[in-house]
């Protein structure tokens, strides 16, 4: 009975503690969102001038933390919010030079005939794009680069491996029905580029076999599984099947289509940056109060 009437009073006890230590928490809770308003107040009281002006001297963890209050709640103009961002950019590469360059593909840092600016953009317009996405020359670049580098642009961001070239093959004698505008893709064969020179390798290993001036090489490219001189291209009517090096340069039409991304940006670089000037909101109102106070 004794044991019974312990049991209960013990966990009456551990009701009361947890009663007392949510009632401090939620008082606790409450305390911080006052304050917290107390402070959002003080902010939409600041004339936009001095906001400014106490956005420039604030660190760069705590202005980030900061503009998307100021953007959501103070500020809905576009030439404030424009001027906003502007500066926050500026505090991230004060912050952390090595963003003034390209981070995600850091290979287009070594395209000299573009400004670092444009290094930066084309930098963060690559890795923004789906691998899924269909680059062109003419038109992809617009507003990234100058209109003068599109095409040298895409000639090179395919050329360091960061975009993949791909190609439209088509059975010569079926292409002769139609327009190339107006071809119907069921009789189109699209492959990137490595995997078209691995086709044309394979035929003309082939071809070097089959006239008996095969080279070791050749040899062991011909003893490897992918390994294939063959290729098939849907026709309406003729047989589209591709054995030979003769019947490939005589019979398939090679387009250069598009390019697609294929190598994934490297995120050490704004992983290691977000961890650095991650602040939690604690921290975050203590550096804010001392910016306020010294206004």
Do not use: W
């Not at 939620?26 to 107390?38: G, N, T």
């Not at 390994?227 to 291209?233: H, Q």
């Amino acid at each position: 009975m004794n044991d019974k009437f312990e049991d209960k009073k013990n966990f009456a006890c551990l009701v009361i503690d947890g009663l007392e230590n949510r009632s401090l928490k939620d008082k606790r809770i409450k305390e911080l969102q006052d304050e917290i308003a107390f402070i959002n107040n003080q902010i939409r009281d600041i004339p936009k001038d001095e906001l400014f002006k106490l956005f420039e001297k604030l660190d760069y963890p705590t202005a980030k933390y900061l503009f998307h209050e100021l953007t959501y709640s103070v500020m809905h103009d576009k030439n404030s919010i424009d001027e906003l961002t502007k500066l926050l950019n500026e505090k991230e590469l004060e912050a952390f030079p090595e963003l003034r360059v390209a981070h995600y593909f850091p290979m287009i840092n070594t395209l000299d005939y573009l400004s670092d600016e444009e290094k930066r953009e084309l930098d963060k317009f690559l890795f923004g794009q789906s691998v899924n996405r269909a680059l062109m020359p003419q038109n992809s670049f617009d507003g990234v680069v100058r209109s003068e580098y599109y095409n040298r642009v895409y000639e090179d961001i395919c050329r360091l491996g960061i975009c993949e070239k791909r190609f439209d093959l088509i059975h010569a004698d079926e292409i002769k029905k139609y327009e190339y505008d107006e071809y119907n893709d069921y009789f189109v064969e699209t492959v990137g580029e490595a995997e078209l020179k691995n086709i044309i390798k394979s035929f003309e290993v082939a071809d070097r076999i089959e006239k008996g001036i095969a080279t070791k090489e050749d040899k062991v490219i011909a003893s490897r599984e992918n390994y294939s001189p063959y290729l098939y291209l849907p026709t309406e009517e003729v047989c589209g099947e591709i054995t030979s090096l003769a019947e490939f340069n005589e019979k398939v039409i090679k387009k250069e289509k598009y390019a697609k991304r294929k190598m994934s940006g490297d995120m050490l670089t704004i992983n290691t940056i977000n961890s650095f000037i991650k602040i939690d909101e604690k921290e975050f109102f203590i550096r804010l109060k001392k910016q306020l106070s010294e206004k």
